[in-house]
């Protein structure tokens, strides 16, 4: 386990671990962002120990989660704009110029955000030696369906399950909601089931305001919004579980077929939960994606 650091950002104390691979000549560094209610040093080290292309893998914790928190040291409301700001915070303090960029789900989501925020400030003059060289996000929210009504009506259920943790407090009933619409056709199985009630009981609270964050952003987008986000994204791979939603995949690949430098691939026997199902898997399709030109 890497020793966690933490960088006081003007609305954040962010938490973050730094992974080295002293072995490598090579000088490239990744950054890595988690999903919603489960912090990176969950979601990561079984992928990491098995990655090559990086001397250096910075892990963070988003606000809400793993191990930062607002300085009043209580859960409160985030958007996605605010999570990207976060990262860019820890991006200027580590002064990395060149690096890549890895997240799942609602970290997918955040890393498209902060490759905007980038591109725009580059384009005003700002950052002009920070870049983003490739990405590689594992189901990242927002891309779960090709139709923006579609996305929203989806977004309703997440709303929902939110909703259960904060007025109910039935911590239980809201993640069985939240796991019922990412994942229905997973295989149920107890333990597995078990395990992923515990870590997102683990800060119920903070879980629920990331949810809301990524519904918040899917109902003031556009097609046309979502549509830029995306063309401003430089080579990216994606990855789905085989048993996620056939609109999910198929959306996946269009993006693919659509975007110069794009990719998609499948892991079998996965579902949302993909990082923590294939770790071996996932490193190895990574591997590949990162080292070729």
């Not at 928190?69 to 303090?93: P, T």
């Not at 925020?117 to 594992?138: P, Y």
């Not at 549509?227 to 198929?250: E, I, R, V, W, Y």
């Not at 993006?255 to 923590?276: N, R, V």
Request: some cysteine.
């Amino acid at each position: 386990m890497s020793q966690v650091i933490y960088l006081n950002l003007p609305n954040t104390k962010l938490a973050y671990r730094t992974y080295e691979n002293s072995n490598l000549l090579t000088t490239r560094t990744a950054v890595f962002i988690h999903g919603a209610g489960v912090g990176g040093e969950i979601t990561w080290p079984a992928i990491i120990e098995h990655l090559l292309p990086w001397q250096k893998m910075i892990v963070l914790d988003l606000k809400g989660m793993g191990d930062t928190y607002a300085h009043h040291g209580e859960e409160e409301a985030v958007s996605i704009d605010g999570l990207a700001r976060d990262v860019l915070g820890l991006i200027e303090h580590l002064g990395l110029t060149t690096f890549d960029l890895i997240g799942y789900s609602l970290g997918g989501l955040v890393c498209l955000k902060l490759n905007q925020i980038i591109a725009e400030q580059d384009n005003r003059g700002q950052f002009r030696d920070v870049m983003i060289n490739k990405m590689c996000l594992l189901e990242p929210a927002s891309l779960d369906r090709e139709d923006n009504d579609a996305l929203v009506a989806l977004r309703k259920n997440y709303k929902k399950a939110a909703l259960t943790i904060r007025e109910t407090g039935d911590v239980e009933l809201g993640i069985a909601h939240f796991v019922d619409s990412v994942a229905p056709n997973r295989r149920k199985h107890p333990i597995a089931e078990e395990t992923t009630q515990s870590r997102l009981a683990n800060r119920a609270l903070g879980f629920s305001y990331a949810l809301d964050a990524v519904t918040d952003y899917v109902e003031h987008d556009s097609f046309d919004k979502r549509a830029f986000l995306l063309k401003q994204a430089p080579a990216t791979l994606l990855l789905a579980g085989d048993l996620s939603h056939q609109h999910l995949k198929q959306y996946y690949a269009l993006l693919a077929d659509k975007h110069q430098g794009w990719g998609y691939d499948t892991l079998s026997a996965c579902d949302h939960s993909l990082p923590f199902q294939k770790p071996r898997q996932i490193a190895k399709k990574m591997n590949k994606w990162f080292v070729e030109d």
